[in-house]
């Protein structure tokens, strides 16, 4: 290594503001000349359908794996894909990237992208989404609310964090620059939690431009992000008549009177039988009384007479009436008469 590269890796490991801003040193064959010193292997499985593709592209993924000295296996019979280090191998974190590769390949990534994650600021994420909703029928409206009509909010999910997104059955892969990868997490999580993409798509376009103004670069950027606002109503049905609530007191209620209370405060206790019987059968004809009184009443009501005005009211009003004179119109009969003499 150089005196610069030393100075700048000096540098780098001090506390930071920003981890992104970061320049990661390469690592190069002579930071590790021996090489590794056990054989590491990873394997996959991949389904039948990717059986032909993978037939067809394995010579190119042998080659680019030779150029990173590792082996590379593929078994139709097992169905599996295995990558394997050997003795010229130097970095000792490539076979994790391989595995990597083997992975999005075995998920449906063309070989094109997947060989990507090689690169030292490339990297991979597999989402699963398929146990973040339970309802079946939700978890397909979310899924396709992600790729969007003709895949146009996952196009622009891509062109904002510059990743590679395929969408494919439980699982959504991503493969692009670790920030991006983040931001490809975060959206989908929140997509499939009921919160719709274009809220992230904004915010991260609002982003973008903020970051080209120097002013702005301290500053909290929350006022300008767009707020969801969740506007899901409960959906149990609400009473027509609701019971309002009484106010809390330490006391509990008093005691309701029974019957024999009410019998000792109206003096009906102390009444033999007789009597009992008697003020039942006066309160009883007492109503029968005015239950008569309403018949008689409801049944007299057609032949009951209307009210007549008298005569002398009726005059009032008349007077009343005439007596108010509507001037706007006096007053333009008075022009209308004087113009009709000077013209005369």
């Not at 959906?235 to 029974?258: A, G, L, M, W």
Request: hydrophobic letters at 30%.
């Amino acid at each position: 290594m150089s005196e610069s590269e030393a100075e700048e890796t000096k540098i780098s490991t001090e506390p930071v503001d920003n981890a992104w801003a970061m320049k990661i040193p390469t690592f190069r064959q002579e930071d590790n000349p021996h090489g590794v010193v056990e054989e590491s292997s990873f394997a996959t499985l991949f389904p039948k359908y990717r059986e032909r593709y993978l037939k067809e592209v394995w010579p190119l993924v042998e080659q680019c794996l030779s150029e990173h000295h590792l082996k590379a296996e593929l078994d139709l019979m097992e169905g599996s894909m295995v990558v394997k280090t050997s003795r010229k191998t130097w970095d000792p974190y490539i076979i994790i990237k391989a595995r990597d590769m083997i992975k999005l390949m075995a998920r449906s990534v063309p070989f094109e992208q997947a060989k990507r994650v090689l690169q030292d600021d490339i990297g991979c994420d597999i989402i699963k989404i398929g146990n973040l909703v339970h309802k079946k029928e939700k978890f397909v409206k979310r899924r396709q609310r992600l790729i969007g009509p003709n895949g146009a909010t996952l196009k622009s999910i891509e062109l904002l964090t510059d990743c590679y997104v395929l969408v494919q059955g439980n699982t959504v892969s991503a493969l692009g620059p670790y920030k991006g990868l983040q931001q490809v997490r975060d959206i989908v999580l929140e997509t499939m939690n009921n919160v719709h993409p274009i809220y992230n798509i904004k915010a991260l376009m609002i982003k973008r431009e903020l970051m080209k103004d120097p002013r702005l670069a301290n500053e909290d950027w929350s006022r300008f992000l767009p707020k969801f606002k969740n506007k899901n109503i409960s959906k149990r049905k609400q009473p027509k008549v609701k019971k309002q609530k009484k106010e809390y007191t330490p006391f509990p209620p008093s005691q309701p009177e029974s019957k024999v209370d009410k019998q000792l405060a109206s003096g009906e206790y102390f009444l033999n039988q007789e009597q009992k019987q008697a003020k039942r059968n006066q309160g009883r004809t007492e109503k029968q009384k005015e239950a008569a009184k309403r018949q008689d009443e409801r049944r007299n009501k057609d032949f009951v007479p209307p009210t007549e005005e008298s005569a002398a009211s009726s005059r009032k009003k008349e007077d009343g009436s005439s007596t108010k004179v509507d001037v706007k119109a006096l007053k333009a009969k008075l022009i209308k008469a004087n113009k009709k003499a000077k013209s005369s």
